[in-house]
């Protein structure tokens, strides 16, 4: 079983919308030779889930094929139809036509169930077909938020934003808890503070947590990132905004969940840190929140919402401090 997991000669993949299921299977069979089918769709992801492997894998001899109609059968099973010995089929990526064909067509040509997976992100396993599952978290990826990043062409500019140290960020942080009038008119302080509390929670891994991330895609489009780390195969994104009201902090939520999802797939995590606070007849604010994203979000993981209570606790405010709640997020 341990040398099933370590080899594997010529590994197939179907490059897919996210590239980040394909590179992590890469990673885990270590084959010596890899064949990229995509379509017209995924063409542009292509050439970065390629490079993000030779990063990592230097030595493994990488080919490609277009399949032109990625919704055709003949089409498909044509590109399948000579495969190497002994090849083995990742299906996880591609349209859901290209996966069942591609497998049909695998089948066809003599592949057995041990030779066959798809990355099972709601698990967090490489399962194959045959019942055997290799477990994600056991794995040394050694992932950080640039190769999350490269593998969707998107590239960090420099931050050119004034920050606030950690310890002014922390006496703004008292003041604010103390009297959520006293808030600044910037909210830079609060990704500076979250970013903070994220690193004291995983101590040894501190320097892979990212704050105030500028990043730029290919095609010229901007975006923030507040916070971030990956840990193991996962990547956690939190939204560190001042709104008050429900529906700006709704916005926000939505917003960090949409680009996490686009970033690491179903085992992206998600999180708004906000000054929410209060309730009405249908409950507190936060509560309603967290109740309107469980119905809507069809996703293995519920973003999470930290509102002004949960940041008055964070820091000691109403008490004894506690990051409990944070602490339990990051190892979700």
């Known amino acids: 079983m341990l040398e099933r997991q370590k080899v594997c000669d010529h590994l197939l993949l179907l490059v897919g919308s996210n590239p980040l299921p394909n590179y992590l299977a890469a990673l885990i069979l270590k084959p010596k030779s890899i064949q990229l089918f995509y379509s017209p769709e995924t063409e542009p992801i292509e050439p970065f889930l390629r490079n993000g492997i030779k990063a990592k894998l230097p030595e493994t001899n990488i080919e490609r094929k277009c399949i032109a109609d990625a919704t055709n ?4 099973k044509k590109a399948f139809s000579s495969i190497p010995q002994g090849a083995h089929l990742n299906y996880t990526g591609g349209t859901k036509v290209m996966a069942a064909h591609a497998r049909m067509a695998f089948k066809d040509g003599g592949g057995s169930d041990r030779q066959v997976s798809y990355l099972d992100e709601r698990n967090s ?3 194959f077909d045959d019942g055997f599952e290799i477990d994600l978290s056991k794995q040394k990826f050694e992932l950080t938020i640039d190769d999350i990043l490269s593998l969707h062409g998107i590239e960090k500019k420099p931050d050119e934003k004034k920050r606030p140290s950690v310890e002014e960020a ?3 942080a008292a003041s604010v808890f103390k009297d959520i009038s006293q808030r600044p008119s910037g909210g830079l302080w609060l990704e500076a503070w979250t970013g903070q509390l994220v690193r004291d929670i995983l101590a040894g891994n501190a320097s892979k947590v990212a704050v105030g991330i500028d990043c730029v895609r290919e095609n010229g489009r901007n ?3 507040d916070v971030a780390v990956v840990r193991g195969h996962r990547l956690y994104v939190i939204s560190c905004t001042q709104f008050t009201k429900l529906a700006d902090c709704k916005g926000k939520l939505f917003e960090v969940s949409m680009r996490a999802r686009q970033l690491g797939g179903d085992l992206a ?3 708004v840190v906000c000054l929410l606070n209060g309730s009405d007849a249908k409950g ?3 509560d309603q929140l967290r109740h309107d994203v469980e119905d809507i979000w069809d996703a293995p993981n519920t973003p999470e919402v930290f509102g002004y209570d949960d940041l008055r606790e964070w820091a000691g405010v109403a008490g004894g401090a506690g990051t409990e709640s944070l602490k339990k997020w990051l190892e979700s």
């Open 170 to 172: 922390k006496r703004i």
């Open 125 to 127: 396993v490489l399962r």
């Open 223 to 225: 975006f923030q990132i």
């Open 284 to 286: 507190p604010y936060v």
């Open 73 to 76: 059968a003949r089409e498909i």
């Open 269 to 271: 995590r998600s999180a």
